[in-house]
């Protein structure tokens, strides 16, 4: 359902010119707000599905017992004269009473038999207590578990009596012998349904009823009481089970009228049609349809079960109608027992319904067990009688004269009617009546392929439509037509299965079962399918062998392999990312599925998608490639050659810009650690000694202590270094004021508050990292460790240790799994931090188990053996531990808690000959735990055998293969499957014109054009001041970086690592958070996104991360939405510039550079970097800016150069002039977005130049302030803001004159300015915000009368 695009993007038309919107705004694409960004990957949660039925049953006895004695009547029933005589359509009076009853018993057990034809059938006519006590003890041992059928008719005995019993003979008919209701349940048993044909039927009803509460409480009282006669009985069953259909009330005769058969209940029950016809003549209605007689009704053409012949037809129609006002009247649960769970019930219940009606217009009320609400008044009814009005009005002329029978156009009126239900409706309503009436016309081909495209429309309408269908039955119908050959019903199939499967996956077992995978594998490898088709069946096919070894079997055999590799390359990026889902799920955990990808090169064909445009389609090729070589079997040369291939491939993705990417990244990664544990065991336990004894050379920078200033107005408010859970302690607190919940984390045991430096609280006593070795809830390796490891890792010359090369695959693997643990987005540092945990508490358990076996005590000095590298446990805390042998932690040192970020303590160690002390120095963790809660666990875990056994026992390794593998998944594949259970067909609410999403957007762009319109009016008349302060406040840390919002009175204050909100019109603030960049990292720099629509924050820091956020500002919590690191390798320099970014939202692109030597352009569409253009310079960039529209880049840089590259040239020839004029640092370099827009750069001494990049020279020069700090040009006014160190800011207008120069703040006694530490401009408004060093930041405007 593609909407002309015009339309879409056209603004609402018939506005007023005054509030005319900017057509750009509705034309700009916005970046990160795809479903992967807004939504969590996860599946949907399962719904219950309730539809298969858990207990199939069939009726497979039947007893007829007739008490007719024709001849005679009861004493108790005076008849009418003339009176009811038809039984079973026979009169009893036409021949000999013998005979008449035997004729009547054989007729009615053929019209049973044309119900259910299998079952035994057994006649009791006449019968005594005992025949019918031998019928029904017989009948039920020979049905066992199923169901038994009891029909009385009691037309020729007294009524039922209020006891509980019903009559029948003596051996010679000479007297009414009462049959108690209690024995005939003994004799019965259950399951079994009871049909009553006799008047006052509803008494038996009751009684009924009466005796089973009667058994149940017998029942409970043998229970208690042993000695209890009942108690050493086999339990009888329960009569929940039993079903009776009773002809009326208790207090109701039943119907005397000649013109009826006198068992009119039974005619109902057996032989609908007929007596329905013969009901249909008898009302004055059918006075308009001549020439229908009773007579003529006998003579309808066709058989029963033969659908298109009048009488196969209309028997058709009723059944449709009866099943669709049973499924519209009846609670769910109800008629799945009743009409779908045994055929015989179904069709009794059925006709149940007509008899109901009938009986009703004769007032009789027939009565069912379990009870069903009224329904002679549904309105099918009428569907049903012009149905019968529209077949009999033909019967004249084609019994006469033989004319073509006309079919009733019934099916295709109620499909109508289901189209329209479709298409009207609002969401919320009532399901549609006719979904029943859909299953049926599924049966006939005439109406099949657009039953099948209602049927598919209805699916798409969401899970609910899923569960409603397979709830009405629908299922075995679509599993049938699997079977069809008919290539126009291929599309409608593969949709209704994509969407029952995205509901229920468990459908898999009967689609192998049913040979029906071999369906979509024919789909999938016909060319000729469009392939959103071929994404449908190959999705089937993906949950046909998830976690299903007989779907892997089955689809291997059938090729699925070869045919998914050949569409491996699809231009459709949905069928590319399910082709490589299903790849990676068939072979997983199947080893036979992986050598035949292995023969087919299938991991080198994967290789092409880890570079694709689509994120989800990388993902799903690392998830692929991830199970690829999770495989457990047995180990060649040659898989580990494979293996080890793969890796490396994978390897290369470590800087993905997507973190889905980066996520499955660390769970493929993971499969390898499993398959290869010794291997990284000896690797980790090499790194780990190298980081113990490596000094890292600390960043530049890491020495400042920020953060807790004595000048604070507010008490110390500490901020939360932890890099895992800063997401869960900030939603912890209030969200607006980092309030006492912060304070009182870090009371201490003492009570006192710790000095909060910026990183003390290190991640391993993170509030919720309970991830980590298995029986500890703190980590074995501490975030600060394995970023001094990956720091250590990329500086020293590690030097090789025996039998592995130190650039092996698993050191190289181990790096980058180091760097993984180290990312911006938490959730991929949580997955690696488990992973890289996960094996060094491996490899220091089987070191430590090594060194206790090898030396009888821990004092003297460890052999020289590879495995004593690895004892980097406190020795103090190893020898603590042994002494209590059976403590389940082996594997954990007591970690100090908040006092270091190392493994190693950073305390003195004790030389290892040296008796070690008594006790290791203790530090309470975060909330002053005591140690032992931490490491010794109430419960002994699987992992421990004690010191004294040797750990590499094989079951040991199981148990810990299956700690690391079990717990890590993405949840990737089941949130995409979600795309099939949502509807597909449906509008996408910003493109509806009424919705609640457009609207707001079109309010932002009202606001948006406003902002620009009237800034402009003042930008015009010239602005000669710049020094009204509209606001001032006191930031809570020192501003690096301001930003105004373009269209919100809001301004962005970035910090060290926490960005502040302020409202600057109601001068309040609004929200302030932690960024979650590492201790010795900065903000440098800040861009919005999507500012003119949805806002998102992104946020650069030194160390080359990028993180963007939504939600701030706005009374909810600032959310992550990406993170990826934007510059790897950041040079570590003592005055760096940092990391500086521009933003294009026209095309999406994003320049990043800073200290490094290249100018990287990241697609935020794709979410990968497009382009590295070498700046050529021995400099870092300060400062970055570009113009979509003539695909320029400036960069300003520390040496003074300006330079200007054109992204559209190769690396080499790209950079296209380079000035020198500016002898220092380049502060600010600007190029103008005009298209014959200037460069316009000013450097730390103050002179500003004005450049046109087609001229070699600069065309002018203006000289302002010395030591300038900040500097800012103001993109609309020409004017340009300078800050200096020495306390002042000064306004130059584009002539070079000072408008304004600013000393002092307002107010405050008339405060000296702080020294400036950034200032901006807002991007329409005559705004220049300013934050200095005293921690204040003020906003400068044009005088009040301009305003």
Same mark, same amino acid.
């Given at each position: 359902?593609?909407?002309?695009?015009?339309?879409?993007?056209?603004?609402?038309?018939?506005?007023?010119?005054?509030?005319?919107?900017?057509?750009?705004?509705?034309?700009?694409?916005?970046?990160?707000?795809?479903?992967?960004?807004?939504?969590?990957?996860?599946?949907?949660?399962?719904?219950?599905?309730?539809?298969?039925?858990?207990?199939?049953?069939?009726?497979?006895?039947?007893?007829?017992?007739?008490?007719?004695?024709?001849?005679?009547?009861?004493?108790?029933?005076?008849?009418?004269?003339?009176? /009811?005589?038809?039984?079973?359509?026979?009169?009893?009076?036409?021949?000999?009473?013998?005979?008449?009853?035997?004729?009547?018993?054989?007729?009615?057990?053929?019209?049973?038999?044309?119900?259910?034809?299998?079952?035994?059938?057994?006649?009791?006519?006449?019968?005594?207590?005992?025949?019918?006590?031998?019928?029904?003890?017989?009948?039920?041992?020979?049905?066992?578990?199923?169901?038994?059928?009891?029909?009385?008719?009691?037309?020729? $005995?007294?009524?039922?009596? &209020?006891?509980?019993?019903?009559? &029948?003979?003596?051996?010679?008919?000479?007297?009414?012998?009462?049959?108690?209701?209690?024995?005939?349940?003994?004799?019965?048993?259950?399951?079994?349904?009871?049909?009553?044909?006799?008047?006052?039927?509803?008494?038996?009803?009751?009684?009924?009823?009466?005796?089973?509460?009667?058994?149940?409480?017998?029942?409970? #009282?043998?229970?208690?009481?042993?000695?209890?006669?009942?108690?050493?009985?086999?339990?009888?069953?329960?009569?929940?089970?039993?079903?009776?259909?009773?002809? !009326?009330?208790?207090?109701?005769?039943?119907?005397?009228?000649?013109?009826?058969?006198?068992?009119?209940?039974?005619? !109902?029950?057996?032989?609908?049609?007929?007596?329905?016809?013969?009901?249909?003549?008898?009302?004055?209605?059918?006075?308009?349809?001549?020439?229908?007689?009773?007579?003529?009704?006998?003579?309808?053409?066709?058989?029963?079960?033969?659908?298109?012949?009048?009488?196969?037809?209309?028997?058709?129609?009723?059944?449709?109608?009866?099943?669709?006002?049973?499924?519209?009247?009846?609670?769910?649960?109800?008629?799945?027992?009743?009409?779908?769970?045994?055929?015989?019930?179904?069709?009794?219940?059925?006709?149940?319904?007509?008899?109901?009606?009938?009986?009703?217009?004769?007032?009789?009320?027939?009565?069912?067990?379990?009870?069903?609400?009224?329904?002679?008044?549904?309105?099918?009814?009428?569907?049903?009688?012009? /149905?019968?009005?529209?077949?009999? %009005?033909?019967?004249?002329?084609?019994?006469?004269?033989?004319?073509?029978?006309?079919?009733?156009?019934?099916?295709?009126?109620?499909?109508?009617?289901?189209?329209?239900?479709?298409?009207?409706?609002?969401?919320?309503?009532?399901?549609?009546?006719?979904?029943?009436?859909?299953?049926?016309?599924?049966?006939?081909?005439?109406?099949?392929?657009?039953?099948?495209?209602?049927?598919?429309?209805?699916?798409?309408?969401?899970?609910?439509?899923?569960?409603?269908?397979?709830?009405?039955?629908?299922?075995?119908?679509?599993?049938?037509?699997?079977?069809?050959?008919?290539?126009?019903?291929?599309?409608?199939?593969?949709?209704?299965?994509?969407?029952?499967?995205?509901?229920?996956?468990? !459908?898999?077992?009967?689609?192998?079962?049913?040979?029906?995978?071999?369906?979509?594998?024919?789909?999938?490898?016909?060319?000729?399918?469009?392939?959103?088709?071929?994404?449908?069946?190959?999705?089937?096919? /993906?949950?046909?062998?998830?976690?299903?070894?007989?779907?892997?079997?089955?689809?291997?055999?059938?090729?699925?392999?070869?045919?998914?590799?050949?569409?491996?390359?699809?231009?459709?990026?949905?069928?590319? =990312?399910?082709?490589?889902?299903?790849?990676?799920?068939?072979?997983?955990?199947?080893?036979?599925?992986?050598?035949?990808? $292995?023969?087919?090169?299938?991991?080198?064909?994967?290789?092409?998608?880890?570079?694709?445009?689509?994120?989800?389609?990388?993902?799903?090729?690392?998830? /692929?490639?991830?199970?690829?070589?999770?495989? %457990?079997?047995?180990?060649?040369?040659?898989?580990?050659?494979?293996?080890?291939?793969?890796?490396?491939?994978?390897?290369?993705?470590?800087?993905?810009?997507?973190?889905?990417?980066?996520?499955?990244?660390?769970?493929?990664?993971?499969?390898?650690?499993?398959? +290869?544990?010794?291997?990284?065991?000896? &690797?980790?336990?090499?790194?780990?000694?190298?980081?113990?004894? +490596?000094?890292?050379?600390?960043?530049?920078?890491?020495?400042?202590?920020?953060?807790?200033?004595?000048?604070?107005?507010?008490?110390?408010?500490?901020?939360?270094?932890?890099?895992?859970?800063?997401?869960?302690?900030?939603?912890?607190?209030?969200?607006?004021?980092?309030?006492?919940?912060?304070?009182?984390?870090?009371?201490?045991?003492?009570?006192?508050?710790?000095?909060?430096?910026?990183?003390?609280?290190?991640?391993?006593?993170?509030?919720?990292?309970?991830?980590?070795?298995?029986?500890?809830?703190?980590?074995?390796?501490?975030?600060?460790?394995?970023?001094?490891?990956?720091? $250590?890792?990329?500086?020293?010359?590690?030097?090789?240790?025996?039998?592995?090369?130190?650039?092996?695959?698993?050191?190289?693997?181990?790096?980058?799994?180091?760097?993984?643990?180290?990312?911006?987005?938490?959730?991929?540092?949580?997955?690696?931090?488990?992973?890289?945990?996960?094996?060094?508490?491996?490899?220091?358990?089987?070191?430590?188990?090594?060194?206790?076996?090898?030396?009888?005590?821990?004092?003297?000095?460890?052999?020289?053996?590879?495995?004593?590298?690895?004892?980097?446990?406190?020795?103090?805390?190893?020898?603590?531990?042994?002494?209590?042998?059976?403590?389940?932690?082996?594997?954990?040192?007591?970690?100090?808690?908040?006092?270091?970020?190392?493994?190693?303590?950073?305390?003195?160690?004790?030389?290892?000959?040296?008796?070690?002390?008594?006790? @290791?120095?203790?530090?309470?963790?975060?909330?002053? =735990?005591?140690?032992?809660?931490?490491?010794?666990?109430?419960?002994?875990?699987?992992?421990?055998?004690?010191?004294?056994?040797?750990?590499?026992?094989?079951?040991?390794?199981?148990?810990?293969?299956?700690?690391?593998?079990?717990?890590?998944?993405?949840?990737?594949?089941?949130?995409?499957?979600?795309?099939?259970?949502?509807?597909?067909?449906?509008? @996408?609410?910003?493109?509806?014109?009424?919705?609640?999403?457009?609207?707001?957007?079109?309010?932002?762009?009202?606001?948006?054009?406003?902002?620009?319109?009237?800034?402009?009016?003042?930008?015009?008349?010239?602005?000669?001041?710049?020094?009204?302060?509209?606001?001032?406040?006191?930031?809570?840390?020192?501003?690096?970086? &301001?930003?105004?919002?373009?269209?919100?009175? !809001?301004?962005? #204050?970035?910090?060290?690592?926490?960005?502040?909100?302020?409202?600057?019109?109601?001068?309040?603030?609004?929200?302030?958070?932690?960024?979650?960049?590492?201790?010795?990292?900065?903000?440098?720099?800040?861009?919005?996104?999507?500012?003119?629509?949805?806002?998102?924050?992104?946020?650069?820091?030194?160390?080359?991360?990028?993180?963007?956020?939504?939600?701030?500002?706005?009374?909810?919590?600032?959310?992550? $939405?990406?993170?990826?690191?934007?510059?790897?390798?950041?040079?570590?320099?003592?005055?760096?510039?940092?990391?500086?970014?521009?933003?294009?939202?026209?095309?999406?692109?994003?320049?990043?550079?800073?200290?490094?030597?290249?100018?990287?352009?990241?697609?935020?569409?794709?979410?990968?970097?497009?382009?590295?253009?070498?700046?050529?310079?021995?400099?870092?960039?300060? %400062?970055?800016?570009?113009?979509?529209?003539?695909?320029?880049?400036?960069?300003?840089?520390?040496?003074?150069?300006?330079?200007?590259?054109?992204?559209?040239?190769?690396?080499?020839?790209?950079?296209?002039?380079?000035?020198?004029?500016?002898?220092?640092?380049?502060?600010?370099?600007?190029?103008?977005?005009?298209?014959?827009?200037?460069?316009?750069?000013?450097?730390?001494?103050?002179?500003?130049?004005?450049?046109?990049?087609?001229?070699?020279?600069?065309?002018?020069?203006?000289?302002?302030?010395?030591?300038?700090?900040?500097?800012?040009?103001?993109?609309?006014?020409?004017?340009?803001?300078?800050?200096?160190?020495?306390?002042?800011?000064?306004?130059?207008?584009?002539?070079?004159?000072?408008?304004?120069?600013?000393?002092?703040?307002?107010?405050?006694?008339?405060?000296?300015?702080?020294?400036?530490?950034?200032?901006?401009?807002?991007?329409?408004?005559?705004?220049?915000?300013?934050?200095?060093?005293?921690?204040?930041?003020?906003?400068?405007?044009?005088?009040?009368?301009?305003?």
């Amino acid at each position: 359902m593609k909407m002309d695009a015009e339309l879409l993007n056209s603004p609402v038309v018939g506005l007023a010119e005054e509030e005319e919107v900017d057509m750009t705004d509705w034309n700009l694409p916005l970046a990160f707000m795809k479903k992967r960004h807004t939504e969590k990957i996860e599946g949907s949660k399962a719904l219950a599905q309730s539809w298969r039925m858990k207990d199939r049953m069939k009726t497979v006895s039947v007893a007829l017992v007739l008490c007719l004695n024709v001849g005679v009547d009861p004493p108790d029933v005076v008849k009418t004269s003339p009176c /009811a005589r038809l039984e079973c359509w026979i009169d009893p009076l036409s021949m000999s009473p013998q005979k008449a009853l035997e004729t009547i018993g054989a007729n009615l057990q053929k019209q049973y038999e044309n119900w259910q034809p299998r079952a035994r059938y057994k006649q009791s006519l006449d019968p005594t207590v005992d025949e019918v006590k031998k019928l029904c003890t017989s009948l039920r041992r020979n049905a066992k578990e199923e169901r038994v059928l009891f029909h009385y008719n009691g037309h020729g $005995v007294p009524r039922p009596t &209020v006891n509980g019993e019903i009559w &029948v003979f003596n051996k010679n008919y000479t007297q009414y012998i009462p049959l108690s209701i209690y024995d005939l349940q003994t004799w019965m048993g259950s399951p079994s349904i009871f049909v009553y044909d006799c008047s006052n039927a509803g008494i038996i009803v009751k009684s009924f009823k009466q005796f089973a509460l009667q058994r149940e409480q017998e029942l409970e #009282v043998a229970a208690i009481n042993p000695n209890h006669p009942l108690a050493q009985m086999p339990l009888p069953p329960s009569m929940k089970n039993c079903i009776q259909l009773a002809a !009326c009330e208790a207090s109701e005769l039943l119907p005397m009228n000649p013109d009826l058969p006198a068992d009119l209940f039974t005619s !109902c029950l057996t032989t609908p049609i007929k007596i329905a016809l013969r009901w249909f003549c008898m009302q004055k209605s059918a006075k308009l349809v001549p020439g229908v007689t009773l007579d003529l009704i006998e003579k309808i053409p066709g058989r029963l079960n033969d659908r298109r012949t009048p009488l196969g037809e209309l028997n058709w129609i009723f059944t449709a109608i009866t099943d669709t006002i049973a499924w519209n009247v009846l609670p769910r649960d109800l008629f799945q027992k009743l009409f779908r769970q045994d055929l015989l019930v179904a069709s009794l219940f059925r006709n149940f319904l007509l008899a109901e009606r009938i009986m009703r217009s004769y007032n009789c009320t027939p009565v069912s067990s379990p009870r069903l609400p009224p329904t002679y008044m549904h309105a099918m009814w009428q569907a049903w009688d012009l /149905a019968v009005d529209i077949c009999l %009005s033909q019967l004249p002329t084609i019994i006469e004269e033989g004319t073509a029978f006309r079919h009733s156009p019934f099916f295709a009126e109620q499909l109508t009617a289901f189209q329209v239900w479709l298409t009207m409706g609002v969401e919320n309503r009532n399901p549609p009546e006719q979904l029943p009436i859909v299953l049926q016309v599924l049966l006939s081909q005439v109406h099949r392929l657009r039953a099948l495209d209602l049927l598919g429309r209805f699916l798409d309408l969401g899970p609910w439509a899923v569960s409603l269908a397979l709830s009405v039955g629908i299922f075995p119908y679509v599993l049938k037509l699997l079977q069809s050959s008919a290539r126009e019903l291929r599309p409608l199939l593969v949709f209704i299965w994509a969407k029952i499967l995205a509901v229920d996956s468990s !459908c898999q077992a009967d689609l192998v079962k049913d040979n029906g995978h071999k369906y979509f594998l024919s789909v999938l490898a016909d060319p000729y399918m469009p392939a959103e088709h071929r994404t449908m069946a190959v999705f089937i096919l /993906a949950v046909i062998v998830n976690n299903y070894n007989t779907g892997q079997e089955a689809c291997l055999q059938g090729n699925l392999i070869a045919i998914c590799l050949e569409q491996l390359n699809d231009p459709h990026p949905l069928l590319r =990312q399910w082709v490589a889902i299903c790849l990676g799920r068939i072979w997983q955990n199947f080893d036979s599925a992986r050598w035949c990808g $292995v023969r087919d090169s299938a991991h080198e064909k994967l290789y092409s998608l880890l570079s694709d445009p689509i994120p989800e389609v990388r993902c799903a090729a690392v998830f /692929a490639l991830g199970t690829f070589v999770g495989n %457990s079997a047995e180990r060649t040369d040659h898989s580990t050659t494979i293996d080890h291939n793969v890796a490396m491939m994978l390897a290369q993705l470590i800087n993905d810009g997507s973190p889905i990417v980066r996520k499955e990244l660390v769970v493929a990664l993971s499969h390898l650690v499993v398959q +290869y544990e010794s291997n990284f065991c000896t &690797v980790a336990l090499q790194f780990m000694e190298e980081e113990k004894n +490596y000094a890292v050379p600390s960043p530049a920078n890491s020495t400042e202590t920020g953060n807790v200033t004595p000048g604070r107005d507010s008490p110390a408010i500490p901020r939360l270094r932890s890099v895992n859970s800063y997401t869960n302690l900030r939603a912890a607190t209030t969200s607006r004021t980092l309030n006492k919940s912060l304070q009182n984390l870090n009371l201490n045991e003492e009570g006192g508050p710790a000095a909060f430096s910026p990183g003390n609280l290190s991640t391993s006593s993170s509030a919720s990292s309970t991830l980590g070795s298995p029986d500890n809830d703190e980590y074995l390796l501490s975030f600060e460790t394995i970023d001094k490891m990956r720091r $250590v890792s990329s500086y020293s010359s590690l030097n090789s240790l025996i039998g592995v090369s130190f650039n092996s695959v698993y050191t190289q693997i181990w790096r980058v799994l180091l760097h993984l643990a180290a990312d911006p987005f938490p959730d991929v540092s949580d997955l690696a931090m488990k992973v890289l945990n996960s094996i060094a508490y491996k490899a220091t358990m089987n070191a430590r188990t090594q060194r206790i076996l090898d030396s009888g005590s821990l004092t003297q000095s460890a052999p020289a053996s590879p495995t004593s590298k690895g004892t980097l446990i406190h020795q103090a805390g190893a020898s603590h531990r042994s002494k209590r042998s059976s403590s389940p932690s082996s594997g954990s040192p007591p970690m100090p808690g908040a006092s270091s970020s190392s493994l190693t303590n950073e305390v003195p160690k004790p030389p290892v000959r040296e008796a070690p002390p008594a006790r @290791p120095p203790y530090t309470p963790t975060l909330g002053g =735990q005591a140690p032992h809660s931490q490491q010794f666990p109430r419960t002994r875990k699987m992992f421990d055998k004690g010191p004294d056994q040797a750990a590499e026992d094989g079951d040991e390794t199981a148990a810990h293969r299956s700690f690391i593998s079990v717990n890590l998944q993405t949840g990737l594949c089941d949130w995409s499957a979600k795309y099939f259970a949502q509807p597909v067909m449906k509008i @996408p609410e910003e493109h509806d014109l009424e919705s609640q999403v457009r609207k707001e957007r079109e309010w932002r762009f009202l606001r948006n054009a406003r902002v620009r319109r009237q800034s402009q009016r003042i930008t015009q008349k010239g602005v000669t001041r710049l020094d009204d302060q509209i606001f001032i406040n006191r930031n809570p840390g020192v501003p690096s970086v &301001v930003k105004f919002h373009p269209f919100n009175p !809001c301004i962005a #204050v970035a910090d060290k690592d926490s960005i502040c909100f302020w409202d600057w019109e109601k001068g309040e603030r609004l929200d302030y958070f932690y960024n979650g960049n590492p201790r010795y990292t900065h903000i440098t720099s800040m861009e919005y996104l999507n500012g003119h629509d949805c806002s998102l924050l992104l946020t650069a820091t030194d160390d080359g991360a990028l993180r963007i956020w939504k939600n701030f500002a706005d009374q909810r919590n600032p959310e992550m $939405v990406t993170a990826w690191q934007g510059l790897s390798d950041m040079l570590p320099t003592t005055r760096g510039a940092g990391m500086v970014v521009d933003w294009e939202q026209e095309t999406g692109l994003l320049m990043t550079s800073g200290d490094v030597r290249v100018i990287r352009i990241w697609d935020t569409e794709r979410e990968m970097k497009v382009q590295d253009i070498p700046t050529g310079a021995d400099s870092c960039v300060t %400062s970055l800016s570009c113009d979509p529209q003539r695909s320029l880049v400036a960069a300003g840089l520390g040496d003074g150069s300006v330079r200007v590259y054109d992204r559209r040239m190769g690396p080499n020839e790209c950079r296209v002039m380079t000035y020198r004029e500016h002898g220092a640092w380049v502060v600010k370099a600007h190029l103008q977005k005009e298209p014959e827009g200037h460069i316009i750069s000013v450097s730390v001494n103050g002179d500003v130049r004005f450049f046109d990049p087609r001229m070699p020279e600069s065309i002018n020069i203006l000289q302002t302030v010395k030591g300038l700090t900040a500097l800012d040009i103001h993109p609309q006014a020409n004017l340009f803001a300078c800050g200096s160190m020495n306390q002042f800011i000064a306004v130059y207008n584009s002539n070079g004159d000072v408008i304004s120069n600013i000393k002092y703040y307002d107010g405050f006694m008339g405060q000296r300015i702080g020294a400036i530490s950034c200032l901006a401009f807002h991007p329409y408004w005559p705004h220049l915000a300013v934050g200095s060093n005293d921690y204040y930041m003020s906003i400068y405007s044009a005088e009040k009368r301009l305003r």
